[in-house]
T-cell receptor
């Protein structure tokens, strides 16, 4: 079953615009991670934010985490055509033998 | 450092056959996880191995099995294939420390088609 649910399911923007993607989850977590997948290929890790962190930056990426609302957002600033991909949030739930549970993903299209 | 290597990349099987997929993790990584990705269900966790022991298992039937060798390489096997097993099978390795799951490094996947 999916722990994280991303919103929107698909997003189309113009190059240079910002892209904001949201993720909601259901249980307590150790951390939340965002991954990118180019068509039919493996996933690439983008950023990890721990449950005691509220915001994290990495290059053009900004991630926020609100554990009280059980939600996270990923902001990609100044988007490029190369950012076109599927983006997934993944949660590491608390408890023994944790594992990463992925949402169904957001398809981002950046028009040149 | 070489990335995660999965073989074969593509394969076609018929219903009732079995298949074995292989995964070589990044050197030094002792944790290997397997995921099944389909358009309808998304990424579903199959199992995780750490130091040759199955550490966690997803909600899949017993036809899906795996193992890990002493060099951390892992294999997964699917017996009595069904049409619904057609999917991209992804392997991921990590340098797991403690109970939490850190960054996963994924291979390119093995795309299985069952006819």
């Amino acid at each position: 079953s999916q722990q994280g649910e991303e919103d929107p399911q698909a997003l189309s923007i113009q190059e240079g615009e910002n892209a904001t993607m949201n993720c909601s989850y259901k249980t307590s977590i150790n951390n939340l991670q965002w991954y990118r997948q180019n068509s039919g290929r493996g996933l690439v890790h983008l950023i990890l934010i721990r449950s005691n962190e509220r915001e994290k930056h990495s290059g053009r990426l900004r991630v926020t985490l609100d554990t009280s609302k059980k939600s996270s957002s990923l902001l990609i600033t100044a988007s490029r055509a190369a950012d076109t991909a599927s983006y997934f949030c993944a949660t590491d739930a608390t408890g023994a033998n944790s594992k990463l549970t992925f949402g169904k993903g957001i398809t981002l299209s950046v028009r040149p | 450092k070489a990335g995660v290597t999965q073989t074969p990349r593509y394969l076609i099987k018929t219903r009732g056959q079995q298949v074995t997929l292989s995964c070589s993790p990044i050197s030094g990584h002792r944790s290997v996880s397997w995921y099944q990705q389909t358009p309808g269900q998304g990424l579903q966790f199959l199992f995780e191995y750490f130091s040759e022991t199955q550490r966690n298992k997803g909600n899949f039937p017993g036809r899906f099995s795996g193992r890990q060798f002493s060099n951390s390489r892992s294999e997964m096997n699917v017996s009595t294939l069904e049409l619904g097993d057609s999917a991209l099978y992804l392997c991921a390795s990590s340098f797991r420390q403690g109970a939490q799951t850190g960054e996963l490094f994924f291979g390119e996947g093995s795309r299985l088609t069952v006819l």
